[in-house]
């Protein structure tokens, strides 16, 4: 469960990172595969063996023709043996976790989900006080203090 947590954050922290490097993405992850694969001697052709992918696809993706997704990505760090980190990040360690806002718990969430409710009830009140005249408003008010007060 912790592992797959921690590979959660890990993702989140991955994407958001291709999201700032979107401009020069292409060529990013491409010279790092590339320069990856040729540190462990390995051929395009022996990555195609690993991951199933064609080798003209991994020379599009390290030529920085196309942009790998997600799961190719993985694919790709498992072929060379890495983590998923290490096609993005120099070093041993992974970068260092961004602070991430508090979760909620589940009451927090059920209470929010009330809220919610209640907000709708009160803004379809809202949207239909506006379609009726002042002395059926009044009465209407007179009415829910009267049954308020039971």
Known sequence: MLLLVCNQILI??????????????????????????????LSQGDIKKRTG????YISRVENGHTVPSLETLERLAASLEL???????????????PNLSK????????????????????????RLLTRID???????L???QKLASR
């Open 12 to 41: 989140k922290i991955l994407v958001d990172h291709l999201i700032t490097l979107c401009k020069n993405l292409t060529m990013i992850i491409g010279t790092r595969l590339k320069k990856l694969r040729e540190e462990r001697n």
């Open 53 to 56: 992918l064609l080798r003209c």
């Open 83 to 97: 983590p998923l980190y290490h096609l993005f990040f120099e070093g041993d360690e992974p970068p260092a976790l």
């Open 103 to 126: 979760r909620q718990t589940t009451e927090e969430l059920v209470l929010d989900a009330e809220q919610e409710k209640e907000l709708r009830f009160y803004e379809k009140v809202k």
């Open 134 to 140: 002042e002395k059926d408003r009044q009465l209407l």
């Open 142 to 144: 007179y009415m829910a």
